[in-house]
Structures are given as structure tokens and as C-alpha cells.
């Protein structure tokens, strides 16, 4: 290698170029460590002749995958790659077109609805302004915010239409949600302990996780949570519980709780300020009508969700089991931790895809309109390798995951205690606790 | 209400972020090359003759930025721009635009760039020494100046009589006697050789003030003789394309702001290989003249693809580099 050009003057050793320049490792340009990329290395390529380690949970439930050999579950990665290289090669001009037109459609609907809105006086108008509002906020979140935020278009070059510039009508600043969305959930996808989305640190939904007596009330926070889901999901990506207890540190914790009340104030101005303030007469009945469409939005979209991954019969992984994890299994236990959502044209659309939530977390970036075209190609792995593939309609998913909110408020059964009595030991446990809790406080004060 | 739902009703509207354009008619020139006629967004804010435009178009859902002489004169009553392309072999762009771009398209554009225009005070004798289509920035200055020019002569060079691009315009041109026009044919006259035609075709070369844009091997050659002749300050040159030198060593690219880590070979711009691993990259002309793609290497080395110059960043700096001409020469940390 010859070297034409004078270092650059501020570099200030002065042999770096000629001594430094042919080395990789543990030079000077070397970078640091990837923040990101690091933890998700092992699951860039598929491996042979690794062995096959199986990771009991605590509750001893069967591991689906026991019967498949590490050779079995490299070549089902490898035929999953196929799939997805085969969508990808084929993206093109009736793609960008189809993305386009789903973005031209809710803005236009958008427009119309809180046009219509500005009548809101008039029964009928707020009627009709309200269910086009509620759909475009349910197309705005679900089809395009959630799919572009994963970079599902990037490949288009349109700044626009990109993972890194796209904004939602959501009072999450896209920006953290995809840091618990796309970074944490797609990452850890079901494995206990390292993926909240599983029950959202609210809620219990599995057997392998630990009962509390707080869960008792779980269906009721389920419920509210859904009704206010979009705020849900703004406290939890701004990891609140981190803020408040400080265990985030400030200097990182003031940036995003900044970014988070700005976006809050934007949404809240516009849907309960300035819309009604341009409805005049109609002030109070637009105001409401933003408010019912937020809600109907927030049901709808935290209906699709708890389908996504809590339904009955998608497995959870032990805390340890990723360790090592191959492309392979990675594939795996995406296919085993989520559920699809069978149904028309209108269901996949409305639900974002999301309806397809198995192909969705086996191939994130894949332009949401081409999940229906590999799901069947995807159903046939499955059930050739003997896994399973849960699906079914959206009321028997949602009643599914909604049964195991309420089964899951109560402790398991234990040899030789019913749930009631664990139930009522862990009353009085509580009861002590606190009592000696009060105590210990009147102590202090007395000294 | 939000920009964007403006952009989706209107994209030429003021204040549309990026400029955009709609393409109104395609008129082809030759077998091979087309001019586009472009209405541009309301915030186009105008051009001298001899300037290029960036262009962003899709195809195949992609965007693709490249840039062209804008060759449209200045008083037109529709306000239109048109730029000519021609179709090279295997170029994804200009094939789209020769052979299946559509009125009613919208594209992209960047505002009017570029220092390759005549003087306020117009030079009294001119050359102008074009090849294929390097006519494109002459013929923009043409159209709009070739009265306030006494004295022109052009000389073109295309492979044959059927490939010049404007051939019944420059020969009008020349026939009403607005300038001396010299067509070389190469497949039938060979190549242009400056050091023994140029005497004998303008004769007084030395005392012209020329403006100079074709093939890369062209350029050198002129950019060699006036440099020669010490007249070089004459010579006004525009390049269109960048030629690249043998592969270096290529490395590890950090993106420090995204966290996206790529692995470069030493033989390919960093802006192609980013873009490949879905990182949205600033990049405009993909040659090295617009400076749209230039980001900071806080560490590291990258080489430039034109020269071979090897430029160096200690941590702490902020070198602006041009990504789309600069490969990495070992591992580097660029800030984006």
C-alpha cells in the first residue's frame, strides 16, 4: 500500500500512517465495542455442527423443541433465509407504490374526518368524523408508524418514508419506542426476565414467572391499560419505573423525559386544543370525539397486541437459553413465541399486519404487504419440523389472551397448597409486613 | 396541518420539503438520448446556464440521485427545466430516463449548483470543446447567450453524425453564422488530438477563453495542454464522472450515531457500502463535486477514490470527508 497524501495534521503521531495503517486488531482506528450489534452477533449467521443445549424453565414445562437436532434447526434457518431473501430481491416499484398509497389514503382520511369533526355539533357528523378519525389513527399507528419505525421501507431511500425521520400520532417520540420496541422486544422476543413486553411489567402471563400479591388485580390494570394503552406504552418506553426510582441516571433519563413531554404536549394540543378551537361552536363535542377515537384506537391496537404474544400456546424461554443463541434457534423461538391473527384483507390491513406476527418477528424489515405471501411458505416449515404455529381468529385470540390475564392473576396450584391458601398466605404475609413496616416508622420517630 | 399531508395534496407546493418536480414531456434527442422537461416545485429558485441540478428519482422503489446541465433557457413562458441525458451501458439512471421515464412522474431536485458558467462580462472569443454528452452545459450557455457571444467556435466530438445530441440546432446555429461549429466524427475522424488539430482548427486557440466538458480522458488531455501552453486560468472544466484507482485496504466503519457497524472493502465509496446495510446516507451526485454527502471521520483513515489521497483523522477530529468517493484505508469512525 503506498500512501500518497501528508497525515492529517492534528493527528499527532507522527509515524501513524506508515506503521499503523495495515493493521486491524487492537490498533488505533479500531472502534469500540458495538453497543447494539454485540449482544445480537451470535444470530448473524447460521452455524453446523454446533451441539443442541436445552434450557429447563423452572415450572418443567416440555421444551417444544427437544426433538429437533442442531442440524435440523440450521437447515430450517437456512430455509427461512431463502423466504426472506426471496421477498427481499423482489421489492420493488408496486411495493413502494403500494406504501404510498396506504400514506396518501390516511391522510386524505385524516383530513376529511376532522373536517367533518368541524361539525361535531351535528350528531351525524360527529358520528361519521369520529369512526374516520379512529380509523386513520389505527392506519396511522399499526400499517405505517409501527412497520416504517422498523425500517420495513428504508430500502426506498426516501428520506420521508424512513425508520430514522418518521414521526406518529402516538406521545411516544418514535425514537424510544423503537429503543423498547425494535432494540429490547424483537431482540429478546419471550425469553423470561429479558423481554418486558411479556405482561409489560404489569401483568403476569406465564407460568415460569413469579406470582405477587399485586397480580391479583391484574385484570383491572389489564383494562385500563388497554383503554390508555398509548400512554402505557409512553411510560414504559420511557421506562418510568427507571426514572422515578433513579435508577436511570439523570443525565440520561432529562433528554428523555424532554423528548417524551414534548411529543405529549403536541398530541394533546392538537387533539384537544387546536382541532376543537377550529370546530368553534363545536368545541366540546370535537374534543370528545378525538378523545373517543384515542380510546378506540388504543383497544383496537392493544387488542392486536396481546394477540401478537399472549395467547395460549406460545412458549416462553429461560433466562439463560439465549445464551449462545444460533440464526437458527433465534428463528425458532421466534416462530414458538408468537401468534397470528387469521382472517380477510381488512384484519391484516387494520391490524398493520401484525395479524401475521409469526412471519413479523422471523423477518422485522420485511415490508409489511409481503407477510400474507410468505405465511403460508412459513406454516408448512412449521409443521414439517413438527413446531407449532398458533393462529385463529381475532375474538378466540383475544379471549385467549385475555383468559390467561385472569388466569394467570392467581398463583399456580402447589402440591400441597391450593391457590386460595397461597392467596391467603401471602394476604397475611403482607399484612405483617406492613405492620412491621408502621412500626419500625414510629420507632424512628419516637428516637 | 401537518407538511406532509400538504406534500400528499400538493407536492410542488412552497415550502415542499425536498423540492420536488413533475415531469411534463420526454422529448428523445437521438436513438440514445432524451431531454426531460421538468416543472419544478414553487421554491425552485432559478439557474445560470452552464449549472447542473441534482435529480432524485425512483426506480424500482428505490430513490437514485444523480446530477445534469440544466439546458433549458431562462425566459421560457412555461417556466419549465429540461436536462438531457444519454443512455450509457449499464446506467440504472439514465436508462430509466432515455427509455421508460413517464410525463407525470415527480421527482426530486436539489436547487442549481455549480461554478462552470460564463462571466457577467462576457469573454469577446470563446471556445467551447465538448464530447457526447458534455454538450449539455455548452448548450444551456448557448441557448441563452450565444447573442451576447461575437466570436464562437465550438468543437464537438461524438462517434458518428447520428450521435450528436442538438445536431439541427448547432448546425442552425452555425449556419446563421452565431458561431463556427467543428462536428468531429471520431469512428470516421478519429479523436480529437489537441496537440496537433487545435493549430490547425482554431488557429488563434491561445487567446480564447474555453469551456471544456466530456470524457474524463478528454478532460486530461486539456487540463495537460493548457497547463502547458501556461494558459491554464483559460480553461474552465467540468467533470462528469470520476474515475477510480486500484482497491486499497478497506475496514471496519463504525457510524457512531447510529451504531450501525459495516464492514468496507478498500475498493468502494462508503456511502455505496452504508447504503447497502440500509443506513440512510446524505449522498447527492455520487462523483465528488456536490459536497452533499460529506461527513465528519472523527478516527481513522479513508482514501479517495479519484486521487489515492489518504486523508487521516486522530479521535477528537472532525475531518468532513466526501463519503461517496472516499473508501476506507482501515478501520474508521464516522460520525452519523
Not at chain 1, 452455524?47 to 434450557?55: A, I, P, S, Y
Not at chain 1, 388504543?298 to 440464526?327: K, Q
Not at chain 2, 450515531?257 to 462508503?270: F, H, S, Y
Request: proline share 7%.
Amino acid at each position: 500500500m503506498t500512501l500518497v497524501a501528508e497525515p492529517h495534521p492534528v493527528a499527532t503521531d507522527p509515524t501513524m500512517p506508515s506503521e499503523r495503517s495495515g493493521q486491524r486488531a487492537g490498533s488505533a482506528f479500531a472502534p469500540p465495542a458495538p453497543p447494539v450489534d454485540a449482544r445480537v452477533n451470535p444470530h448473524l449467521r447460521l452455524v453446523d455442527g454446533k451441539e443442541r443445549v436445552l434450557h429447563p424453565k423452572p415450572s418443567g414445562r416440555p421444551d417444544p423443541t427437544a426433538h429437533l437436532s442442531a442440524a435440523d434447526i440450521e437447515a430450517l434457518g437456512r430455509e427461512l433465509d431463502a423466504i426472506r431473501q426471496t421477498v427481499m430481491d423482489s421489492r420493488g416499484a408496486d411495493d413502494a407504490a403500494y406504501i404510498r398509497k396506504v400514506i396518501a389514503f390516511n391522510r386524505y382520511l385524516e383530513l376529511t374526518s376532522r373536517a367533518i369533526l368541524l361539525f361535531s355539533l351535528f350528531p351525524p357528523a360527529w358520528l361519521v368524523g369520529t369512526a374516520g378519525l379512529s380509523v386513520a389513527k389505527i392506519i396511522d399507528n399499526m400499517e405505517l408508524g409501527h412497520n416504517i419505525l422498523h425500517g420495513q421501507w428504508d430500502w426506498m431511500r426516501d428520506p420521508k418514508i424512513h425508520s430514522t425521520t418518521w414521526e406518529w400520532d402516538h406521545v411516544t417520540p418514535a425514537a424510544q419506542w423503537k429503543e423498547s420496541h425494535n432494540e429490547t422486544h424483537h431482540t429478546y422476543t419471550n425469553v423470561l426476565g429479558r423481554d418486558n413486553d411479556l405482561g409489560y411489567g404489569i401483568m403476569r402471563v406465564d407460568a415460569d414467572q413469579p406470582w405477587h400479591l399485586a397480580n391479583l388485580g391484574q385484570p383491572l390494570y389489564s383494562f385500563i391499560n388497554a383503554l390508555f394503552f398509548e400512554w402505557g406504552i409512553a411510560s414504559y418506553d420511557l421506562k418510568l419505573h427507571d426514572v422515578i426510582t433513579g435508577k436511570m441516571p439523570r443525565e440520561e433519563s432529562k433528554p428523555r423525559v424532554d423528548a417524551m413531554l414534548t411529543k405529549m404536549r403536541r398530541q394533546v394540543l392538537k387533539d384537544y386544543l387546536i382541532h376543537p378551537l377550529l370546530s368553534g361552536p363545536s368545541f366540546f363535542p370535537t374534543m370528545g370525539a378525538n378523545f373517543v377515537a384515542t380510546i378506540i384506537r388504543n383497544l383496537w391496537s392493544n387488542g392486536v397486541i396481546l394477540c401478537g404474544h399472549f395467547p395460549f400456546g406460545v412458549d416462553t424461554f429461560a433466562y439463560d437459553s439465549i445464551e449462545g443463541e444460533t440464526r437458527g434457534e433465534w428463528y425458532v423461538r421466534q416462530m414458538l413465541g408468537s401468534a397470528n391473527i387469521s382472517g380477510g384483507w381488512l384484519v391484516h390491513f387494520m391490524s398493520g399486519n401484525l395479524s401475521h406476527q409469526i412471519e413479523h418477528h422471523l423477518f422485522p424489515d420485511l415490508p409489511s404487504n409481503r407477510y400474507a405471501q410468505v405465511a403460508p411458505q412459513v406454516r408448512e416449515i412449521c409443521q414439517r419440523y413438527g413446531l407449532h404455529y398458533v393462529t385463529g381468529s381475532y375474538p378466540r385470540q383475544l379471549a385467549s389472551a385475555w383468559a390467561k390475564v385472569f388466569v394467570y392473576a392467581l398463583p399456580d396450584k402447589e402440591p400441597d397448597r391450593s391457590r386460595g391458601q397461597i392467596v391467603a398466605s401471602a394476604v397475611k404475609d403482607a399484612f405483617v409486613a406492613g405492620k412491621a413496616k408502621r412500626a419500625a416508622k414510629r420507632a424512628a420517630k419516637l428516637a | 396541518m401537518p407538511a406532509d399531508t400538504l406534500d400528499v395534496i400538493n407536492p410542488l407546493r412552497p415550502g415542499a420539503d425536498p423540492l420536488a418536480g413533475r415531469i411534463e414531456r420526454i422529448h428523445l434527442e437521438t436513438a440514445d438520448a432524451a431531454t426531460v422537461f421538468i416543472k419544478p416545485g414553487a421554491d425552485w429558485s432559478g439557474h445560470i446556464p452552464g449549472q447542473y441540478l441534482r435529480f432524485g428519482i425512483d426506480i424500482g422503489g428505490v430513490r437514485q440521485w444523480r446530477t445534469y446541465s440544466l439546458t433549458s433557457r431562462l425566459d421560457r413562458p412555461d417556466g419549465l427545466l429540461t436536462i438531457t441525458t444519454k443512455a450509457i451501458p449499464d446506467g440504472l439512471v439514465s436508462n430509466h430516463v432515455v427509455r421508460d421515464l413517464r410525463p407525470g412522474t415527480l421527482v426530486h431536485l436539489g436547487q442549481a449548483e455549480g461554478d462552470f458558467v460564463l462571466p457577467t462580462a462576457r469573454p469577446d472569443k470563446v471556445l467551447f470543446l465538448t464530447g457526447g454528452s458534455g454538450i449539455t452545459p455548452v448548450m444551456g450557455m448557448l441557448r441563452n447567450h450565444i447573442a451576447e457571444l461575437p466570436d464562437v467556435v465550438m468543437i464537438h466530438s461524438a462517434p458518428t453524425a447520428r450521435d450528436v445530441i442538438f445536431a439541427t440546432e448547432l448546425r442552425e446555429l452555425a449556419a446563421t453564422g452565431l458561431m463556427r461549429l467543428v462536428e468531429l466524427h471520431t469512428d470516421t475522424d478519429g479523436m480529437l488530438d489537441l496537440a496537433v488539430d487545435l493549430d490547425r482548427l482554431v488557429p488563434d486557440w491561445r487567446e480564447r477563453e474555453v469551456w471544456a466538458c466530456g470524457p474524463a480522458g478528454m478532460l486530461d488531455a486539456c487540463e495537460t495542454h493548457w497547463s502547458t501552453a501556461e494558459l491554464r486560468e483559460r480553461l474552465h472544466v467540468e467533470r462528469f464522472r470520476t474515475h477510480l484507482h486500484a482497491a486499497g485496504e478497506g475496514g471496519t466503519v463504525t457510524f457512531t450515531k447510529t451504531g450501525t457497524i459495516v464492514e468496507a472493502d478498500g475498493g468502494r465509496p462508503i456511502l455505496e457500502v452504508a447504503e447497502e446495510a440500509g443506513m440512510l446516507m446524505p449522498h447527492g451526485c455520487r462523483m465528488g463535486i456536490c459536497y452533499q454527502c460529506v461527513l465528519p471521520l472523527r478516527d481513522g483513515a479513508v482514501r479517495d477514490l479519484r486521487t489515492g489521497e489518504v486523508t487521516y483523522a486522530a479521535p477528537g477530529d472532525g475531518v468532513a470527508i466526501q463519503t461517496c468517493v472516499s473508501a476506507a484505508a482501515g478501520a474508521c469512525e464516522i460520525e452519523h
